[in-house]
């Protein structure tokens, strides 16, 4: 079977940790050491035990040691189990084109290759990361895997690797210059000088912060959100907070490690110290999933006491005092909060009773983006969209999860989907799309009285043929698209009649009947001209001229691809002026012009790389 997937580049680059890695050189070789043992090794630690420094420093070390390269999969925005397999297809740069399953195109690739795939943050789907990796080696691949997680993953023949603290400083009393040399000190002092650069240790304060480090037992995350402090309190005034914190926590509930209920005291602590503006707009940052940005921040978060003019200052703040990530990515910055820390601001706003309309809110602006990007994504700008829907999928994935929780969001939720269709068709995630669409639709035809029909289910009737036909399910694909044409025409919607239209005649082409075809795609033509519907009248033109061609009407269907050309270049839409001349060079070959099938061919191939299409790419 030809492969399904393939492959946008041997080499990715790996996640660039923002500050250096301290401590555990002797974990690392032995780590290195296990993989060539084991096909899964697991870092196992309580959340900002450092199991992803360690990963990532491995990683980089350990680059020459997998010719065919080292794969990053964050799953710690991943909400649903299902998307498992999707996660690691998308991180080794593989696309699906077809009904085959993602599992079964991982396991026809990881058959030839063997790379070492890191899987990070596996603890809230441990479940479907073991099954998914007992598939993929009952199949014979040969991909080693290091895992991490908050407790093993239960494969069988996993190597576990219990994720160390950093040494901290003994009993006894140690000068400066030797306490400097020990990592949790060492930590300490780096990430000091981060927010006040004239920090030093000396004879005053050395003995305090190797105190402050035993009592955090050396966990990098406790550390770093202790040392963040050093610009506003001393190091004994930081001591006397963090003892109280301590000693209160250990007083309460027993249940979790101590070293969990040691972070769960630093994040508390470095909680109280925040000011009330900052803390309600902390709790408000824990509805993002993955990485956002500013103007996501004043969208979503504005209003209930915070105005927008003082969100960009509190975010420097947070920023500032190591609760939040802010990295570049491209021409803007992105922030994140680390997934302990993200869930911990989840579970403070779950004790407020404002956390359903703070996920309104960002599920509302994932909405908007979708619609505005759905727009632009016919234009000009069609690869600039495409990467901010890239940058947003994590979080255009928890509005989806969040629409789908309760009745009352299913028409918002199918318009979300329905909006980001022609985005997973670009960039493969055709699976995903189509479980929420039908999850979504199935729920909304139930809510609806008999006879009810909307604009928003005939789209989603659409958008689930679209899919359809790019799994090369055309019966379905039919299917769908002539249950939205009979309720378009019912409620007189003029764009889902064009989509429908030439969705069900796209279907009768590749199902091999052309005058079938001809015949949809001929009235689309008549209804979308008249009304200089442009976008579907180049889309029909385009599969016209593919029928004609196909029927032995050359001139035809010369004619008709020459219009949609012209249609598609003069409203910008890239991904469409590849598609014509795809079907031009193709029209050019059959009638022995293969130097102008080359050309065509060639700038056909240059555009759906610039829009990152893999599959069109490949087919060319």
């Known amino acids: 079977m030809r492969s399904q997937l393939e492959a946008a580049r041997p080499h990715p680059p790996l996640p660039i940790p923002q500050t250096s890695f301290i401590g555990c050189e002797s974990a690392i070789a032995d780590i290195r050491q296990l993989l060539r043992a084991t096909r899964l090794l697991t870092l196992t630690g309580s959340g900002g035990s450092g199991k992803t420094r360690l990963a990532l420093r491995v990683a980089e070390e350990a680059l020459a040691d997998y010719p065919d390269g080292v794969y990053w999969v964050d799953l710690a925005a991943l909400a649903d189990p299902a998307l498992a397999p999707q996660a690691v297809a998308a991180a080794l740069g593989l696309r699906e084109q077809s009904s085959h399953s993602v599992t079964e195109l991982l396991i026809e690739h990881l058959r030839e290759c063997g790379p070492l795939l890191i899987l990070d943050n596996c603890e809230h789907l441990r479940a479907a990361c073991a099954d998914l990796l007992t598939t993929l080696f009952s199949a014979g691949v040969l991909a080693r895997v290091l895992a991490t997680s908050r407790a093993p993953l239960a494969v069988e023949g996993e190597q576990v690797y219990p994720a160390p603290m950093l040494a901290v400083p003994g009993a006894q009393p140690a000068s400066p210059a030797e306490l400097a040399?020990?990592?949790?000190?060492?930590?300490?002092?780096?990430?000091?000088?981060?927010?006040?650069?004239?920090?030093?240790?000396?004879?005053?304060?050395?003995?305090?912060?190797?105190?402050?480090?035993?009592?955090?037992?050396?966990?990098?995350?406790?550390?770093?959100?202790?040392?963040?402090?050093?610009?506003?309190?001393?190091?004994?005034?930081?001591?006397?907070?963090?003892?109280?914190s301590v000693r209160l926590l250990t007083r309460g509930a027993q249940a979790g490690a101590p070293r969990h209920r040691t972070l769960r005291a630093a994040l508390d602590w470095s909680f109280d110290l925040l000011s009330p503006a900052e803390q309600a707009f902390f709790t408000r940052l824990a509805v993002f999933a993955g990485s956002f940005s500013l103007e996501a921040v004043e969208s979503v978060c504005a209003g209930d006491g915070l105005a927008q003019d003082d969100l960009l200052d509190l975010l420097a703040d947070l920023v500032e005092k190591s609760l939040v990530i802010a990295a570049e990515a491209g021409a803007e910055m992105r922030y994140r909060l680390l997934a302990p820390i993200r869930h911990y601001a989840a579970a403070r706003l779950r004790v407020t009773d404002q956390e359903a309309h703070w996920r309104g809110q960002h599920a509302a602006w994932c909405l908007a983006l979708a619609r505005r990007a759905d727009l632009e994504l016919s234009g000009p700008d069609q690869a600039l969209w495409l990467e901010r829907l890239a940058r947003e999928h994590d979080n255009l994935r928890a509005a989806l999860a969040w629409y789908t929780a309760a009745p009352d969001r299913t028409e918002a939720g199918l318009q979300l989907g329905s909006a980001l269709t022609r985005f997973w068709c670009i960039r493969g995630y055709l699976s995903e799309g189509r479980r929420w669409l039908e999850t979504l639709l199935g729920r909304l035809e139930h809510q609806l009285e008999t006879g009810v029909t909307t604009q928003t289910e005939v789209d989603a009737f659409n958008a689930l043929g679209r899919i359809a036909f790019q799994q090369s399910n055309f019966l379905a694909a039919r299917a769908h698209h002539e249950r939205s044409l009979t309720l378009a025409r019912q409620i007189e919607y003029d764009d889902g009649v064009e989509t429908a239209l030439i969705g069900v005649g796209a279907a009768f082409w590749e199902l091999g009947d052309y005058q079938a075809a001809r015949s949809y795609l001929e009235e689309t033509?008549?209804?979308?001209?008249?009304?200089?519907?442009?976008?579907?009248?180049?889309?029909?033109?385009?599969?016209?001229?593919?029928?004609?061609?196909?029927?032995?009407?050359?001139?035809?269907?010369?004619?008709?691809?020459?219009?949609?050309?012209?249609?598609?270049?003069?409203?910008?839409?890239?991904?469409?002026?590849?598609?014509?001349?795809?079907?031009?060079?193709?029209?050019?070959?059959?009638?022995?012009?293969?130097?102008?099938?080359?050309?065509?061919?060639?700038?056909?191939?240059?555009?759906?790389r610039e829009l990152g299409n893999r599959g069109n790419t490949a087919d060319i």
């Open 181 to 244: 040399q020990v990592e949790a000190v060492r930590l300490w002092v780096e990430r000091a000088r981060m927010v006040s650069p004239a920090f030093t240790l000396h004879d005053q304060n050395a003995e305090i912060v190797a105190e402050i480090c035993r009592r955090l037992e050396g966990m990098p995350l406790a550390i770093e959100l202790a040392a963040a402090r050093v610009n506003v309190l001393s190091p004994k005034q930081i001591l006397d907070r963090l003892g109280d």
């Open 525 to 608: 033509v008549r209804y979308a001209r008249p009304a200089q519907h442009l976008h579907a009248l180049g889309q029909a033109l385009n599969m016209l001229g593919l029928v004609c061609m196909h029927q032995g009407d050359r001139q035809a269907a010369q004619a008709c691809l020459d219009e949609s050309l012209g249609i598609n270049r003069r409203l910008g839409n890239r991904a469409g002026i590849a598609t014509v001349l795809w079907n031009l060079a193709l029209l050019a070959g059959q009638g022995g012009d293969l130097t102008r099938a080359s050309l065509l061919y060639q700038e056909a191939l240059r555009i759906h």
